[in-house]
């Protein structure tokens, strides 16, 4: 169960990644405002904390073990 997820993961961070810098990120564009915060700032840190708790939940559901002994 533990790879499956892992795998869920994997593939959410990458279609995350590509979905913003293809669709989300476009050059020179500050609408919509939330507040008085640019598009471009509140989008890429929306981003950003998605995958910081994705990233949070990759290690917990990483499915290969350290070996403890050297």
Known sequence: ???RSWTLLITTVIALTLISFVLLFKQGKTEPMLGD???IFWISFSV???LVFL???GSRVFPYKESEGK
């Open 37 to 39: 915060v640019s598009y």
């Open 55 to 57: 990233t949070f939940l």
């Open 48 to 50: 950003t904390c998605i």
């Open 1 to 3: 169960m533990k790879s």
